[in-house]
T-cell receptor
Framework: DAGVIQSPRHEVTEMGQEVTLRCKPI?????LFWYRQTMMRGLELLIY????????DSGMPEDRFSAKMPNASFSTLKIQPSEPRDSAVYFC????????????FGQGTRLTVV | AQSVTQLGSHVSVSEGALVLLRCNYS??????LFWYVQYPNQGLQLLLK??????LVKGINGFEAEFKKSETSFHLTKPSAHMSDAAEYFC????????????FGTGTQLKVEL
């Protein structure tokens, strides 16, 4: 398996623009997580899905952020409009509800909003 | 609610010396515990996990961790540090089962000196 795949790896955008981050989880995994990593706040869980259904979105910072999982093999995290304080590395991770509960992480998307 | 505390945001050791990274957890149910490692500009990679089996867990790259319920601890150790161990290490807790969110500590940056 190729692991969790995120795209793009790097994104530079201007303030006010819409940004869409994409994630393909590991095949067969039924849980998907979006994390944000910054120097100031560390790793923050933004939202997670079980079986394509959002379970906990309490970490989503504000209404500018939205996440979808239309099927088991794809998820998006959208920021509209983007702001400089959204600059961070965004990670997607997936896990299985079977015996091995660990999450597997993608390589991340480094977002810079100027 | 679950939480993790990592004592020491930066740890420095000499090559060949013992590595000890501390992690204490809080959980209302028997937890699953994890250590992840992050190299620069990469995602998080699982080092080892505790899922209520043996309390001494061995992971990759010679690392191990011991679950101590009485101390609510899950410290990470390696007998002899190598230069390649320099990275950031994260402890994480999950409230059992798969598909549950991981809560991460703030991370410990390990520096290995000659």
């Amino acid at each position: 398996d190729a692991g969790v795949i995120q795209s793009p790896r790097h994104e530079v955008t201007e303030m006010g623009q819409e940004v869409t981050l994409r994630c393909k989880p590991i095949s067969g995994h039924n849980s998907l997580f979006w994390y944000r990593q910054t120097m100031m706040r560390g790793l923050e869980l933004l939202i997670y899905f079980n079986n394509n259904v959002p379970i906990d979105d309490s970490g989503m910072p504000e209404d500018r952020f939205s996440a979808k999982m239309p099927n088991a093999s794809f998820s998006t995290l959208k920021i509209q409009p983007s702001e400089p304080r959204d600059s961070a590395v965004y990670f997607c991770a997936s896990s299985s509800s079977g015996f091995s509960p660990e999450a597997f992480f993608g390589q991340g998307t480094r977002l810079t909003v100027v | 609610a679950q939480s993790v505390t990592q004592l020491g945001s930066h740890v420095s050791v000499s090559e060949g010396a013992l590595v000890l990274l501390r992690c204490n957890y809080s959980s209302s149910v028997p937890p699953y515990l994890f250590w992840y490692v992050q190299y620069p500009n990469q995602g998080l990679q699982l080092l080892l996990k505790y899922t209520s089996a043996a309390t001494l867990v061995k992971g990759i790259n010679g690392f191990e961790a011991e679950f101590k319920k009485s101390e609510t601890s899950f410290h990470l150790t390696k007998p002899s540090a190598h230069m390649s161990d320099a990275a950031e290490y994260f402890c994480a807790v999950s409230e059992g089962g798969g598909g549950n969110k991981l809560t991460f500590g703030t991370g410990t940056q390990l520096k290995v000196e000659l």
